[in-house]
């Protein structure tokens, strides 16, 4: 598919030094981009990278929870 897009004098200038040194066309380098950011902003998978760094509670949750609630419960508030 062909699309016609405009883009700000700088980006345009930067994106073409990035395909000259890589030696990529400006479709190559254009969906690469596109890309990322698809898959960065994509909620699914924000939502499963958000997952791998808090896991499911488990019992060392629990545990914690547990000695969170005891050390409140014993200060004066």
């Given at each position: 598919m062909?699309?016609?897009?405009?883009?700000?004098?700088?980006?345009?200038?930067?994106?073409?030094?990035?395909?000259?040194?890589?030696?990529?066309?400006?479709?190559?380098?254009?969906?690469?981009?596109?890309?990322?950011?698809l898959?960065?902003e994509?909620?699914?998978?924000?939502?499963?990278?958000?997952?791998?760094?808090?896991?499911?509670?488990?019992?060392?949750?629990?545990?914690?929870?547990?000695?969170?609630r005891?050390?409140?419960?014993a200060?004066?508030?």
């Open positions: 062909k699309a016609a897009i405009s883009l700000p004098d700088d980006v345009f200038e930067a994106a073409e030094a990035v395909v000259e040194a890589r030696g990529w066309s400006r479709s190559r380098l254009y969906t690469e981009a596109l890309r990322q950011y898959k960065r994509d909620p699914a998978d924000i939502t499963h990278r958000l997952n791998q760094v808090h896991p499911v509670a488990d019992e060392s949750a629990a545990l914690r929870r547990r000695a969170n005891s050390v409140l419960e200060s004066d508030w």
